[in-house]
């Protein structure tokens, strides 16, 4: 009688598109180890994700308003959880491995420090001689090395699969500078979906937020040509954007959002035709995308956001005192390691270097990056220029 795992490979076989990536067919993990009795490797790779230290503590960071702010904005967590709704959605229509969309989409944030975006430029400045700091790459130190919960390894030890979607999360990333992704090819399909999925509900949702803050307005997004298709597929007029009907128009702008990728995407794979996911990696051009008119409007509602949301004084006020917060952090956990945490320990040595330094920071919540630098030595605490 086969094995739980063999049934579920057999059903991708028989179920999966001929150009999606496979399980059974995995390049394997970095260190060997044994295949799981009743998951397929790509459900394995999830559930680890889902078990990680690192995935807990995105409930508590930033994702435009700083933890705190409120019970319904959005943090990373609920974030990620909404990219891999939407990841699954768009795997399921195209035939792709839901399983590794999922694990990719559940990941692509787990190297986010506190307070989003301001926080990765804080930490990215303080770091200019030592290599910067990028999320995509911390959430990639993470998963292979920043992780301790098996006695082999570091890290997760996840497939080779994952973690290329992972770092291709941006497709323009070149895998050069990762030493166990050399052999791998361009982004898969699933990568390409992980990428679309959090563009999407990043933006989608930051407007929800703005919406919901009163930062924004209707008045406001009258401007956008996906604000008045949303308004057409609800038939939404000027009136009051109450909470149902501001519910009701983000949902109008995400499903004509996830139809129109659909049906770009599949107009793409009809033309190549791949018959094996090579031949979707080795393609020049992004198979998973916006139809033309579709990517217009997408630039334009983030453009909207960056001038009107993420520039809002109220939101640059926040992220001015974030920057400061992290960088009185790192300037004291420098000059004086012995505030560094207990719990930290495994993240900084005694020895303090910067990229260290920055793994502790980065992996710290909103909330506890405020109380410890509140706590540290009163010499300490003027950031360090």
Not at 17 to 41: D, H, I, K, N
Not at 204 to 212: C, I, P, S
Request: with cysteine.
């Amino acid at each position: 009688m086969p094995s739980v795992r063999a049934t579920l490979e057999a059903k991708e076989q028989a179920t999966l598109a001929p150009y999606a990536l496979s399980s059974s067919r995995s390049q394997g993990r970095v260190y060997a180890e044994p295949p799981a009795r009743a998951r397929t490797a790509f459900q394995r790779d999830r559930d680890r994700i889902l078990h990680a230290a690192a995935f807990r503590r995105l409930q508590s960071k930033t994702q435009v308003f700083v933890d705190g702010s409120g019970d319904y904005f959005r943090t990373r967590l609920t974030h990620t959880l909404e990219v891999a709704q939407i990841g699954r959605t768009l795997a399921r229509a195209l035939g792709a491995n839901e399983d590794l969309v999922e694990a990719i989409c559940l990941a692509h944030d787990l190297g986010h420090p506190p307070f989003g975006h301001t926080g990765e430029a804080a930490l990215d400045e303080l770091l200019r001689d030592a290599g910067g700091f990028d999320h995509n790459v911390q959430g990639y130190r993470v998963l292979t090395r920043l992780e301790n919960r098996y006695t082999g390894w570091r890290g997760l030890n996840l497939t080779l699969e994952t973690l290329a979607g992972i770092v291709q999360h941006d497709p323009t990333r070149d895998l050069g500078s990762f030493p166990e992704l050399k052999r791998q090819a361009g982004p898969s399909l699933e990568a390409q979906i992980a990428n679309i999925a959090d563009g999407l509900a990043y933006n989608a949702h930051d407007l929800d937020d703005g919406l919901k803050a009163g930062l924004l307005s209707p008045a406001d997004c009258a401007e956008l040509d996906l604000w008045h298709r949303a308004a057409e597929g609800f038939g939404w007029g000027a009136g009051r954007l109450d909470d149902l009907a501001r519910h009701q128009m983000i949902r109008e702008l995400v499903g004509s959002l996830v139809e129109d990728v659909l049906q770009e995407s599949r107009r793409c794979l009809a033309e190549l035709q791949p018959s094996a996911p090579q031949a979707i990696q080795q393609h020049p051009c992004l198979v998973v995308r916006y139809s033309r008119e579709m990517r217009e409007g997408n630039q334009q509602l983030k453009t909207f956001l960056l001038e009107r949301l993420y520039r809002h004084p109220r939101i640059l006020c926040t992220q001015e005192r974030a920057r400061q917060i992290i960088q009185a952090l790192y300037a004291g956990w420098r000059e004086d390691p012995r505030q560094i945490p207990a719990e930290l320990c495994q993240f900084a040595s005694a020895e303090a270097q910067p990229r260290s330094i920055a793994d502790a920071i980065a992996s710290l919540s909103d909330r506890s990056c405020l109380r410890l630098a509140q706590q540290l030595a009163p010499s300490r605490t003027a950031p360090r220029r």
